[in-house]
């Protein structure tokens, strides 16, 4: 096993999409039943799959071991770059949820403002969780995919590191055209 820091360039959308709806069902039960410990299990996750790619995340490695394989839909390639941004967003959210958590519990929870703040920190991170998941699992929307292609065209992000990134309504054209009847 490779351990050194790095993300393929090119990912399987139904993959990813089907590890989001992993990140949805935990991030569901997460907020739905206050388990914000959960979101220390997704930060762990996430943190993996954002420095090592799939290979080092637990997620990722169920779904490509235990799900993937039993689905007969051919691959379809898409850049990684934008997904890494993606996971590295989910990284810096459930990390601060983490944080947040141990505030909350640390202070007394729902007793004192700071973690009345936390809880409800918490819980706006928590909706996120469930919505930018739900959107890649369900629409094909990766939400952190759009960002990244914006911070391209602003010129924050160097072309180079996705060509194809920096122009994703190419994609977009080539992905309808494909599902249209000829």
């Not at 929870?109 to 919505?131: P, R």
């Not at 759009?146 to 911070?151: P, R, S, T």
Request: hydrophobic letters at 55%; proline letters at 7%.
């Amino acid at each position: 096993m490779d351990l050194r820091p790095g993300f393929p360039s090119v990912v399987d959308e139904v993959t990813v999409r089907l590890v989001a709806a992993v990140v949805l069902v935990t991030g569901v039960l997460a907020l739905a039943a206050g388990w914000w410990w959960l979101y220390a299990v997704l930060a762990v996750d996430f943190v993996l799959r954002s420095v090592f790619g799939p290979q080092l995340s637990p997620l990722a490695q169920l779904v490509l071991r235990m799900v993937r394989p039993r689905l007969a839909l051919a691959p379809r390639p898409t850049p990684g770059a934008p997904k890494r941004f993606a996971a590295s967003i989910g990284a810096v959210l459930t990390t601060l949820a983490t944080v947040l958590t141990v505030v909350h519990a640390a202070t007394g929870g729902a007793a004192s403002s700071v973690g009345s703040s936390a809880a409800t920190t918490i819980f706006a991170i928590g909706a996120i969780m469930v919505v930018f998941p739900a959107l890649e699992a369900v629409a094909g929307l990766c939400v952190g995919c759009v960002i990244f292609a914006q911070l391209i065209k602003l010129g924050w992000v160097p072309e180079r590191v996705c060509l194809e990134c920096a122009d994703i309504t190419a994609r977009t054209r080539e992905s309808l055209s494909a599902s249209q009847p000829a």
